[in-house]
């Protein structure tokens, strides 16, 4: 049984999750582009002074150059999975869409773990509440979107799955 039968947001509405599915792809390049742009310029010596940022207490010049690499390669496999995203709906294959659906599965799980910890972790600053609550909006957004993919994986299941009647004599 599919999940979703339409993929809407406060941004986009698509009537099927075929067009969602797509949608969701192009809104994970566009957000990769940006988080690695973003990575780069702290990787650069830009400002990463904030609580709320993944590499805040990292040092410049060793373990922010590691883990900002490991961020870049994750953004750009997300891109290359959101490409064959795209192309498995196109084909009905969907093989095609599982470098997607286990990427936002598990970059969803970090989300929330890294909102726990920064609750634990500077639960003397109040203030901290409020980006850990939009992290947790954001996450959700992601579940909706890794739904709306799922969605779509499970109506290519469907129509692939053989349909046998055993006729007796």
Request: proline fraction near 4%; aromatic fraction near 20%.
């Amino acid at each position: 049984m599919v999940v979703l039968k339409t993929c809407w947001s406060p941004c986009i509405w698509n009537k099927d999750v075929s067009s969602g599915s797509k949608c969701v792809a192009v809104y994970s390049i566009a957000a990769s582009v940006i988080f690695i742009t973003f990575t780069a310029y702290m990787m650069l010596g830009g400002d990463s002074t904030q609580l709320y940022h993944p590499l805040f207490e990292t040092d410049v010049r060793y373990s922010m150059q590691f883990y900002g690499w490991s961020y870049i390669l994750y953004f750009m496999l997300l891109i290359l999975a959101s490409v064959m995203m795209i192309r498995g709906i196109d084909l009905m294959h969907r093989g095609l869409m599982l470098p997607w659906l286990s990427l936002v599965a598990f970059v969803t799980f970090l989300q929330f773990l890294f909102s726990i910890w920064l609750l634990y972790g500077y639960y003397i600053y109040i203030v901290i509440v409020i980006p850990a609550l939009v992290n947790w909006l954001w996450m959700g957004y992601n579940i909706y979107c890794w739904l709306c993919v799922f969605s779509q994986y499970q109506i290519i299941y469907q129509m692939q799955s053989p349909n046998i009647e055993l006729l007796y004599p």
